[in-house]
């Protein structure tokens, strides 16, 4: 199920600005997820640059790894509903609402990056 199918459902009006990555240029207060570890974002004072570089690597992958565990739960989620193994639909909605955030905030990240590493190379000396 795409996150896109998720608004056809009855009784989600009002979701649709958490639909695309687009609603994370200007974000209102972001409340992290039960369990998900934004280690990123960590007042840590590394005393080498390069285990500040290590860390950021470190942490990143981990987010990503976190994203792809909410991934799994929510394909699982949905297989067990499908087979008829549950009937909750509320746990179904919500293991894909953390899928498709951690997967935006992941990609959000990302951007950020790939736009401070454009702006670094533009730099002249």
Same mark, same amino acid.
């Given at each position: 199920?795409?996150?896109?199918?998720?608004?056809?459902? $009855?009784?989600?009006?009002?979701?649709?600005s958490?639909s695309?990555a687009?609603s994370? +240029?200007?974000p209102?207060?972001?409340e992290?997820l039960?369990g998900?570890?934004?280690?990123i974002?960590n +007042?840590?004072?590394? #005393?080498?640059? $390069?285990?500040?570089?290590d860390s950021?690597?470190h942490?990143a992958?981990?987010?990503i790894? %976190? $994203?792809?565990?909410?991934?799994n739960? /929510?394909?699982?989620a %949905?297989?067990a509903? !499908?087979m008829?193994?549950?009937?909750? #639909?509320?746990d179904? @909605?919500? !293991?894909?609402?953390?899928a498709?955030i951690?997967l935006?905030y $992941?990609? /959000?990240?990302r951007n950020?990056v790939?736009?401070?590493? +454009?702006?670094?190379m @533009?730099?002249q000396?």
């Open positions: 199920m795409n996150p896109s199918d998720i608004m056809k459902i $009855t009784g989600l009006n009002g979701l649709e958490i695309s687009g994370l +240029k200007n209102g207060k972001l992290k039960p998900f570890q934004d280690s974002l +007042k840590e004072t590394p #005393t080498d640059k $390069t285990e500040s570089f950021l690597l942490s992958m981990n987010m790894k %976190e $994203t792809n565990d909410y991934s739960r /929510a394909g699982e %949905e297989l509903y !499908a008829g193994i549950t009937n909750s #639909t509320h179904l @909605q919500v !293991a894909q609402m953390k498709n951690s935006q $992941t990609v /959000a990240v950020a790939i736009e401070a590493y +454009k702006e670094i @533009q730099l000396f």
